[in-house]
């Protein structure tokens, strides 16, 4: 896409967000009749991911040309994506512990709501061994992309090690994967009206701005939290990792495309298929791009972990339970794996809270506080974690060598 439709279609994107805010804030539950055509965008986004991982994982395996090089590409990947989501838990027990948004919260819920209702939080064991899957289609549609990247990941390097007959296979993914980029673009240019949809239909549901205002006074120190510790990670981390790649400060334009279609859709896989156009548009090597934005949308969530600390925290504070050095060390271990296993898509860290929750035990019932106000934050989260992968290509590039 030429530098000037590019910005035509930034525009776009960004008037269609605010015109959702405006329409599902001024006419309420009217604009939930446009709900179907945000589903339909996001089932567009979605239908694209599978094959395009696969895709986009082989060839870029294969594209690193030799197993070793992966290793230290793999190495290096994993160590940031731990480290930089270990920040993102700090920095959200850092100003949880400051603002205190839970101390004087006085409806406190007697029911498990039904989003986690019956749901047992996962242990490492299960977390682990959902990493292979006896049956890569049964996982396919249910879009768990993990075991799938990771069958990608081994198929790739082996690909690498039998000569001449590889190169038929690699050049047909290759294919593929261009096919699907191109798919991707066209369904880019329906993104206006599918952020419009998806955004005023979500607020229109809450019954318009006045409702959702009402509905929030009561966290809305809480709210004020999560947003100044997500801002604070996004803007100073990011801001400081950015110096060591290649890219310059218009990188946060470049990416910017992707990172509204995260805050629209809530979900970094949905959004992943533009994540990785508009990282490949910004310059980043195509090799990091098709290895690092995979993983990274499925494992690397440093909003989820912020958002997971203060959430406990702040659960904590209202039922006035102590979380001493002890159980903040226990929150601050449990959250990262908790973000680490939360799937890519809307709520799911709602769902992972459950680990944290369990680890220092507090009540379940406690997220019935965050319920009324989730689908806004989840949007937030899943924006920073969008920009935190993306970041994560720019660095990561580095490591590969020539
Ligand atoms: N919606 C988030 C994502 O897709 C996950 C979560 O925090 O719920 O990245």
Redesign the pocket.
Known sequence: MSLQGHNTLLWAILVGALAGIFCGWHFGHAMESVAWIGKLFLDLLMLTIIPLIVAAVITGITGLGDVRKLGRLGGFTVLYYLSTTAIAVLVGLVIVNIMQPGIGISELNEAIPDKVAGKEAVGIAEMIGSLIKPNLVAAAAETQLLPIILFCLFFGAALTTIGEKGKVVINFFDGLNDVMMKLVIWIMYLSPIGIFALVASKLGATGGGEEFLAEISSVGKYIATVIIGLTIHAVILFTILITFSKRGRDYLFDMLRALVT?FG???????LPLTMECAVEAGVDKRAVKFVLPLG?TVN?D??AL??AVAVMFIAQAYGIHMGVEEQIIIFITATLA?IG???????????MLIVLTAVDLPKEGIGLLLAI?WFL??I??TV??WGDSVGAAVLERVIPD
């Open positions: 995260a859709t809530a979900s970094s896989a949905a959004t949308a969530m909003g989820t958002y997971e973000a939360a799937a890519a898509i809307p709520s799911a860290g709602l769902i992972t989730d989840d949007r989260r899943t974690n969008v």
